[in-house]
């Protein structure tokens, strides 16, 4: 069979161009509804997400100002919150360390910051400060030991007004110290945690953000 033969069962050109491009447009047009689909599906889940994290950002921001970029001994910067293990502010027997009125000057500073901040304040609704003691069966030895924390709370409140006068004249109505019963074996009895309780304008500022997706 001559070569020239065998060109007359090769299809021709044209048709086969048309059938290429015709899968090249079915394939992009599906690929574009699946980035679609993915598109509808993230933006929502970023419009909950961004208010919290840019406000997180600006409270990560003001504690690196005061305590600088690498971490600290001892204290853990989370979400919304500042954890202080007790070992670095208090003695065994309860009383405030020297050193600890260093750390608790610069945290004043940085609740201070934010509470002037009036792009950061309307978002905050309480600052708590918080520590945990083990209870036990007995009401009389809970009662020691709520006492006990409840001082070492306070000490940490009223050591944060007296290094910034201005932050308990004007913002005092912010902070809530208190002391919580746990399990004995939770780990977060040895730390005072310092959590910042975001207002219902912070979850309004999602809600709105979220109102585009619902139609």
Do not use: C
């Not at 005092?172 to 309780?197: C, G, H, K, M, W």
């Amino acid at each position: 069979m001559s070569g020239r033969s065998l060109w007359k069962y090769v299809p021709p050109a044209g048709p086969v161009l048309s059938l290429a491009l015709i899968g090249l447009l079915l394939l992009s047009a599906l690929l574009y509804y699946r980035a679609v689909k993915i598109q509808r599906f993230l933006e929502p889940a970023l419009a909950i997400s961004r208010p919290r994290n840019e406000f997180a950002e600006s409270i990560n921001l003001i504690f690196q100002k005061e305590f600088g970029a690498e971490s600290i001994m001892g204290i853990k910067v989370r979400t919304s919150s500042l954890v202080i293990k007790k070992s670095l502010l208090f003695s065994d027997n309860g009383a405030l360390k020297a050193p600890a009125r260093t750390v608790l000057r610069k945290l004043a500073r940085v609740f201070l910051t934010l509470l002037e901040d009036e792009r950061t304040r309307p978002n905050i609704s309480l600052v708590l400060i918080n520590a945990r003691f083990p209870s036990e069966w007995t009401r009389s030895s809970n009662a020691a030991e709520r006492m006990k924390i409840q001082r070492m709370v306070g000490s940490v409140q009223d050591s944060l007004f007296n290094a910034e006068p201005e932050l308990g004249r004007r913002y005092s109505a912010y902070f809530v110290a208190a002391a919580q019963p746990t399990f004995p074996n939770d780990r977060n009895i040895e730390v005072i945690e310092l959590r910042i309780v975001p207002s219902e304008l912070l979850h309004i500022e999602v809600l709105q953000k979220l109102m585009k997706y619902a139609y």
